[in-house]
């Protein structure tokens, strides 16, 4: 059964009501009860083996085109999605920056008044140089846990590689 999928819909089924959708009327395989015979296997006794393969072929290659079709219309409202978080991100972001600049400042101008200035500014730049310190440290050794490699993977091309294998012996 070969469907219609049409990568241009733009609901938030990724068009999966098109793709479920059967183009198979029966007719290609000499029905002419239409797609109520959809459900009821083609007549081949008449067919050659090359003929019923290579339709076979042709509907399986179709079948993945349309399968990596669906996936591209999916990957690409996850992508727009995904856009529009981190640009929400980073206005917040530039938002805790503004934040923290002016909680600075603050603490710097109460500071101020009972000590010099000087000294003042100093206690709160120490005080951000012990947070970026802590910060880096906790984040290089949560980096350095990262396994950039793919084990199940890699595991899994492994055993395909060693199952073509057997199946050429």
Same mark, same amino acid.
């Given at each position: 059964? %070969? =469907? +219609?999928?049409? #990568? ?6 990724y !068009? $999966? &009501?098109?793709?479920? %959708? =059967? +183009?198979y009327? #029966?007719?290609?395989?000499?029905d002419?009860? !239409? $797609? &109520?015979a ?20 042709t ?7 349309q399968?990596?079709a ?11 999605q ?10 917040a972001?530039?938002?805790a ?35 970026a ?9 949560q ?17 395909d ?5 057997a199946q050429?012996?």
């Amino acid at each position: 059964m %070969s =469907s +219609s999928y049409q #990568g241009d819909s733009q609901s938030s089924d990724y !068009g $999966a &009501s098109s793709y479920a %959708s =059967s +183009s198979y009327t #029966g007719s290609e395989y000499g029905d002419s009860a !239409g $797609a &109520s015979a959809a459900h009821q296997p083609p007549d081949v006794e008449d067919q050659s083996v090359g003929s019923i393969v290579g339709r076979l072929s042709t509907h399986l290659s179709q079948l993945m085109r349309q399968e990596m079709a669906l996936a591209k219309a999916e990957l690409q409202q996850e992508a727009k999605q995904a856009a529009k978080g981190a640009g929400m991100l980073a206005g917040a972001g530039f938002a805790a920056w503004m934040v923290a600049i002016f909680i600075s400042l603050t603490l710097m101008w109460l500071l101020g008044r009972v000590m010099d200035l000087t000294w003042a500014t100093l206690i709160v730049t120490l005080l951000w140089g012990i947070a970026a310190a802590v910060l880096f440290v906790v984040g290089r050794n949560q980096l350095k846990q990262v396994n950039p490699k793919p084990e199940q993977t890699v595991e899994s091309l492994k055993e395909d590689k060693e199952w073509l294998k057997a199946q050429k012996n």
